[in-house]
């Protein structure tokens, strides 16, 4: 049975870090497209990276430079280091697996439940 388990949110000030973690089982992370995808109070969700199993990785613009997605193989888990936070990076974050070893939006087949990253002063 897959299984996504997020965890790692908390209530930071801006300007600090986090560092989310999903925890895989029943399939292989280096193996499929995984992405971490936020979903803000009052607006749809927002894919903010994503890895393919070759570990090319993307940013969405409003992250590049801030946030870094990472896989542990050996522990079979999605990583997702958040610096330098924002008000606006407030969101649930979700972590998901593609179909494919890619990464193509709308192609999602698992989400984990989510860890709430809180940004405020």
């Known amino acids: 049975e897959v299984q996504l388990q997020a965890s790692g949110g908390g209530l930071v000030q801006p300007g600090g870090s986090l560092r989310l973690s999903c925890a895989a089982t029943g399939f292989v992370v280096s193996s499929y497209g995984m992405s971490w995808v936020r979903q803000a109070p009052g607006k749809g969700p927002e894919r903010v990276s994503g890895?393919?199993?070759?570990?090319?990785?993307t940013y969405t613009d409003s992250v590049k430079g801030r946030f870094t997605i990472s896989r542990d193989n050996a522990k079979n888990t999605l990583n997702l280091q958040i610096n330098s936070l924002k008000p606006e990076d407030t969101a649930v974050y979700f972590c998901t697996k593609d179909r494919s070893n890619s990464v193509v939006a709308g192609n999602e087949d698992y989400w984990g439940q989510g860890t709430l990253v809180t940004v405020s002063s």
């Open positions: 890895i393919n199993s070759a570990g090319v990785t």
